[in-house]
């Protein structure tokens, strides 16, 4: 059956993205000497290539001060993650994250703090709003509350709070022309997040988090027994198809955004998008069997791509 697309969910993330906007920033100069600062970044690097071959791939094609930035804007999301996943124990969880929490909203953390250092340098320097930190941080804390997830509406709000603050937070870094461009960063940072959860059902499946909106799934006769045995079948492959169409679309929407950023930035958010949006071919390619294989994009496959994206971003496409 045939579903009809909603976008009720956008103006509310964009007030969000607006408030966090507007929200105090950091601009006090960091008590850290060059060798404190560099280590502190190397090890952000280091994160980056071991978590996240595209992010770091997409990151190289930035300048220097931003590639830096965007890299221990990613470890500080690494980390926020890690301490929601690693530990079995809510309560420990909480504490650890709430702990967190104060140590990246210092103005001069210690220099044996690496991700933290980081962040916070490039936070004074590219003038990054806190709230968007705060938002991310709330949103990936919803993992150790929420498991199941009834409308599109409801996952767009928490991909909001897991992958646009991420967006919004690397376009201070990247430049960016004014707050029009701030509804393409919350569709794009739905759109990879989506792009997620659509490639991890089945390990997200192991750890008990149900992602996929419920009514979507009920709409094309899908339970969770179904999705327990991993069954591939014409209700899957439609359920799929529907899922795909719409994320397909959100990227389609905020690729717009690209020609709002600074012109040495927009080949590294381009490919970034591209390439994660690649993997929707790859699960098309494989029959929508997202139980028995993870989907990714080669490295040979992500090469490939790059001279079209950048062709595409001078153009501001």
């Known amino acids: 059956m045939a579903l009809r697309l909603q976008n009720s969910w956008e103006h509310r993330l964009l007030t969000l993205a607006q408030e966090a906007l507007n929200s105090q920033t950091s601009s006090t100069h960091i008590f850290a000497n060059d060798d404190e600062l560099n280590a502190a970044y190397r090890h952000c690097d280091m994160l980056t290539r071991e978590h996240s071959r595209t992010f770091f791939m997409a990151s190289s094609l930035l300048p220097e001060h931003k590639r830096r930035a965007t890299r221990a804007l990613y470890a500080f999301c690494r980390i926020t993650d890690d301490i929601v996943d690693e530990f079995e124990d809510k309560d420990s969880a909480e504490t650890t994250l709430r702990a967190w929490r104060v140590r990246v909203a210092e103005t001069h953390p210690p220099a044996n703090d ?3 250092l980081a962040w916070a340098d490039a936070r004074s320097q590219f003038n990054i709003p806190n709230g968007y930190a705060e938002q991310l941080i709330d949103g990936v804390a919803r993992d150790l509350v929420q498991t199941h997830y009834e409308t599109f509406d409801d996952l767009a709000a928490y991909s909001y709070g897991v992958a646009s603050t991420v967006g919004l937070m690397a ?14 960063a919350v569709k794009l940072g739905v759109a990879l ?6 490639r991890d059902v089945a390990q997200d499946w192991q750890i008990s988090r149900r992602y996929l909106p419920l009514e979507d799934l009920h709409a094309f006769g899908i ?9 591939v079948d014409n209700r899957w492959r ?12 959100l ?3 905020s690729m717009q955004g690209i020609a709002m950023l600074d012109s040495d930035g927009r080949f590294a958010i381009g490919a970034a ?10 699960i098309e390619k494989h029959d929508y069997d997202v139980f028995s294989r993870r989907a990714h994009v080669s490295l040979w496959g992500k090469l490939s791509r790059l001279p079209g994206i950048w062709r595409r971003s001078r153009n501001g496409a």
């Open 193 to 198: 997040q989506v792009t997620n959860i659509l």
């Open 223 to 231: 339970d969770e027994d179904f999705i327990e045995r991993g069954i």
């Open 238 to 249: 439609k359920f799929m198809q529907f899922q795909i169409a719409r994320n397909h679309q």
């Open 273 to 282: 998008a591209e390439l994660y949006r690649a993997i929707l071919s790859d």
């Open 171 to 184: 376009m201070h870094i990247i430049g960016f022309s004014g707050e029009e461009a701030l509804p393409y």
């Open 114 to 116: 690496l991700v933290a």
């Open 251 to 253: 990227y389609a929407d």
